[in-house]
C-alpha cells in the first residue's frame, strides 16, 4: 500500500536518532524506507538542537547530502525541525532537553542552520516567554520558518496573542513538556485549546496524551486546527528493552511506553499509522475524512508545504 502520512516531528527510531553526533547519510536513507514501509509518506526531521552547534551543523548536513544522494530521501524528507535551544530551562518544561544548552531565541543561530540546511528548516520550537521571542518569531517567519510554542511557561493569552501576532503557527505537542502538576485554570492547555489563530500539534499514542484527553482535544479544537505527530523517538521499532543514548538511559515497555530512567516519557516508540489507528478507535470515533485531515493535510499546511 502507498504510504499516505505526514509526520511532522521524527526524532529517530530503529537505533537512529536525528541527534547522533555518528549519523550518517545511509542511516538517514534506511530510516526514510523504514518509515515509507510503515505508512509515512512523508516526513520533517527533528533535531535536539540543545547540543553543540557543531553536532546540529553537521547533522544538518548529512541529512542534506543524504536527500541529494538517495531519491527516496529527497522524496520524503520534507524539511528539518528544531526543537531547541531556545525553550525553556524549568524542570518539567525543559522535558528531556539539556537545560545547559538553553540559549534565547537567536535569529543569527538559526541563520547559520538554515544555511547548512540549504533553505530545508521549516519548523521551530520556542519558548513565548523567553527574550526576544516576539522578534524572532517575526523574522523566522519572513525567512519563511513556521514557528511553534513549545517547552515553555507561558499560559497567558497575551504572551501567547503576540506571538500569533508575530506570526507563531502552533503549539508543539500541546500538552506535554510540562510538570506533572499544574494550575487548574492558569495554564498553558486551555489557552492553547482556545487559541483560534494556532494550530495544535499533538501525540495520538496514547501514552503522551490518554485516550480520554484525545476525546477532548478532538472535541473541542476544530478540525482545520489539529496536526497529529509521532514524536518517535530513535527506540521505537524496536525490541523491548534497555537503550542507551550519550549516557542515557531509555526503557522501552512491552506495551510501547518509552521513558527515561527517571521514569518520565522521552518521545514516542509511535508510527504515524499507529497513532492514526488511535485515532480511528471508536472511542474517538474520526472518519477517513478527518484522518486525511490531521493526518496529511494540516501538517503539509502547518509547514507551508499544502
Known amino acids: ?58 547533522n544538518i548536513r548529512t541529512i542534506v547530502a543524504a536527500r541529494k544522494r538517495y531519491a ?31 540559549c534565547d531565541p537567536d535569529i543569527a543561530l538559526l541563520e547559520r542552520y538554515q544555511d547548512a540546511a540549504e533553505g530545508l528548516v521549516r519548523l521551530v520550537t520556542i519558548a513565548a516567554e523567553a527574550k526576544g521571542a516576539e522578534a524572532f518569531t ?25 506571538l500569533a501576532e508575530a506570526g507563531a503557527k502552533s503549539f508543539t505537542h500541546l500538552g506535554n513538556a510540562l510538570p506533572a502538576l499544574l494550575p487548574r485554570h492558569d495554564n498553558v492547555i486551555w489557552t492553547g485549546l482556545a ?27 476544530p478540525l482545520e486546527r489539529l496536526v497529529a505527530v509521532s514524536d518517535c523517538s530513535f527506540p521505537g521499532g524496536l525490541p523491548p528493552g534497555e537503550y542507551n543514548l550519550h549516557g542515557d538511559r531509555f526503557f522501552l515497555e512491552p506495551n510501547g511506553f518509552l521513558r527515561s530512567a527517571a521514569g518520565t516519557l522521552h518521545g514516542s516508540s509511535c508510527t504515524m499509522a499507529q497513532a492514526m489507528r488511535n485515532l480511528a478507535d471508536p472511542y474517538i470515533g474520526f472518519t477517513e475524512r478527518e484522518l486525511q485531515a490531521v493526518g496529511h493535510d494540516n501538517p503539509l499546511r502547518l509547514i507551508g508545504l499544502a
Not at 517575526?138 to 503576540?162: C, F, L, Y
Not at 487559541?195 to 479544537?221: C, N, S, W
Open 138 to 162: 517575526r523574522q523566522a517567519t519572513a525567512m519563511g520558518v513556521t514557528v511553534s510554542i513549545g517547552h515553555s511557561t507561558a499560559w497567558e493569552p497575551e504572551v501567547i496573542g503576540r
Open 1 to 58: 500500500m502507498e504510504p499516505k502520512w505526514i509526520d511532522v516531528q521524527v526524532n529517530g527510531r530503529i537505533g537512529i536518532p536525528f541527534n547522533s553526533p555518528e549519523l550518517t547519510e545511509a542511516e538517514v536513507l534506511k530510516l526514510t524506507e523504514h518509515l515509507r514501509d510503515e505508512g509515512t509518506a512523508g516526513f520533517v526531521a527533528s533535531i535536539t538542537t540543545t547540543c553543540a552547534p557543531e553536532t546540529a551543523v553537521r
Open 195 to 221: 487559541e483560534d489563530r494556532m494550530m495544535v500539534q499533538f501525540i495520538p499514542d496514547g501514552f503522551h496524551l490518554r485516550k480520554e484527553i484525545l476525546r477532548v482535544y478532538t472535541r473541542a479544537v
Open 72 to 102: 527516496e530521501c529527497e522524496k520524503r524528507i520534507l524539511g528539518l525541525h528544531f526543537e531547541g535551544p531556545f525553550i525553556s530551562t524549568v524542570k518539567g518544561y525543559v522535558g528531556a532537553h539539556d537545560p545547559a544548552r538553553v
